[in-house]
């Protein structure tokens, strides 16, 4: 709390973002990129949590866009990458083979055997075309099939021997 002119009855709360770190304060500090208070009247700033950012001093922490992440401070993320609490003034984008659909994400998943992710920041996988397949997580591509095996719907996790009296076109 505190208060900004002489003969003041109560005072006011620190807004989100800043905070009054001393007794018989007359302004709000800025939090510093990075970090912000949890709630109104707060008398310390903490690092945005996992899934929030903040790049403004004195602002609250924002949600990591779709197709980007961020875990706890200190953690070793999704990929192998570890995050600090000074990280906490950006999200991370996922890496290719992975998505993350949602705002405020704190990991990337990975694009399931029939589905494909070629590029970083994906929000979802696509499927592989017909005729061809992804066996395993993760695929950043889809592989053809080899000859006398077909794929012959969308999403195909695997290639399909041709069957007696068939061949692969």
């Known amino acids: 709390r505190f208060g900004s ?5 109560s005072c006011a709360e620190c807004p989100i973002g800043k905070v ?33 950012y903040s790049n403004e001093q004195g602002r609250p922490c924002k949600k990591c866009k779709p197709g980007r992440f961020r875990t706890n401070a200190d953690d070793t993320g999704e990929h192998g990458q570890t995050q600090s609490s000074k990280d906490s003034v950006t999200c991370l984008p996922c890496i290719a083979g992975f998505y993350q ?10 694009c399931l055997p029939g589905r494909f992710g070629s590029e970083k920041n994906m929000t979802s996988c696509a499927e ?4 061809k397949v992804s066996e395993k997580p993760e695929a ?12 012959d719907t969308k999403g195909s996790s ?5 069957e007696l009296g068939k061949y692969e076109l």
């Open 5 to 9: 002119e002489k003969n003041m009855t």
């Open 20 to 52: 009054s770190k001393t007794a018989n304060a007359t302004v709000c500090s800025d939090c510093d990129i990075g970090q912000s208070s949890n709630r109104n009247g707060s008398a310390s700033c903490n690092p945005c949590p996992a899934g929030k």
């Open 101 to 110: 659909e949602s705002e405020g994400g704190t990991l990337c998943f990975p």
């Open 128 to 131: 592989c075309p017909i005729g």
């Open 140 to 151: 950043t591509i889809c592989l053809e099939c080899e000859a006398g095996h077909s794929s």
């Open 158 to 162: 695997s290639c399909e021997p041709c």
